[in-house]
């Protein structure tokens, strides 16, 4: 079975402070991709970055990083110099090879205050 | 370029009421999903569709039904609506399954259940 958890409910930070977003998966499948999502204060669901189960490779996006570790099963997210337009709702979510579902966790709410 | 549109944005019901919600997608999308967003339960997935004509549970079915008639349309009814399927529904597609891109998302739908 597929799993996703994201233990973090809510996260506060101020502006400027670094932060990240934990995401832990389960599968037992060997090819998986990951995916993280954003949905700011208006509602929308944003794709962020994709990733899959042979990359193992960290990304850097602007102020935005990711670090895949197999070894630990995570998938997090930093946001460097965080912003007031950082906040929102983070989903990680997985879906293995040939499936048919992705599977969410429960997002994380950040904070960012002035 | 439209993406994934849902109609209607808002909705209020009495209980027993029906409705359906239409999600349209103009990418030629093979896949297509309908979750629901409850507070600090991530998206669950209520029903999908991997083709014109063709449809599956997803984990929290019960109470809705779904139809797929033209590969483009991804139909949601409720038949009696009940104050427990109050929340934000989210329509998306993918082009060939899980495994071949990322999620696209409508703007989502509120529905209040009274």
């Known amino acids: 079975a597929q799993k996703v958890t994201q233990a973090q409910t809510e996260i506060s930070v101020v502006e400027k402070e670094d932060v990240t977003l934990d995401c832990v998966y389960e599968?037992?499948?060997?090819?998986?991709?990951l995916f993280w999502y954003k949905q700011p204060p208006s509602g929308e669901l944003v794709f962020l970055i994709r990733?899959?189960?042979?990359?193992?490779q960290n990304e850097i996006s602007g102020r935005y990083s990711w670090n895949f570790q197999k070894s630990t099963s995570s998938f997090n997210f930093t946001i460097t110099a965080s912003q007031v337009v950082d906040s929102a709702v983070y989903f990680c979510?997985?879906?293995?090879?040939?499936?048919?579902?992705?599977?969410f966790g429960s997002g994380t709410k950040l904070n960012v205050k002035p | 370029n439209a993406g994934v549109t849902q109609t209607p944005k808002f909705r209020v019901l009495k209980t027993g009421q029906s409705m359906t919600l239409l999600c349209a997608q103009d990418?030629?999308?093979?896949?297509m999903y309908w979750y629901r967003q409850d507070p600090g339960m991530g998206l669950r997935l209520i029903h999908y569709?991997?083709?014109?004509?063709?449809?599956a549970k997803g984990e929290v079915p019960d109470g809705y039904n779904v139809s797929r008639l033209k590969k483009q349309n991804f139909l949601l009814g409720l038949e009696s609506a009940a104050p427990s399927q109050t929340s934000v529904y989210f329509c998306?597609?993918?082009?060939?399954?899980?495994?071949?891109?990322?999620?696209?998302f409508g703007e989502g739908s509120r529905l209040t259940v009274l």
């Open positions: 990733r899959n189960s042979f990359d193992e």
């Open positions: 569709s991997v083709g014109e004509g063709t449809t």
């Open positions: 990418m030629n999308h093979e896949y």
């Open positions: 599968t037992r499948d060997t090819t998986y991709y």
């Open positions: 979510a997985l879906t293995i090879y040939n499936f048919n579902k992705f599977y």
């Open positions: 998306a597609s993918v082009w060939g399954g899980a495994n071949t891109g990322e999620l696209f």
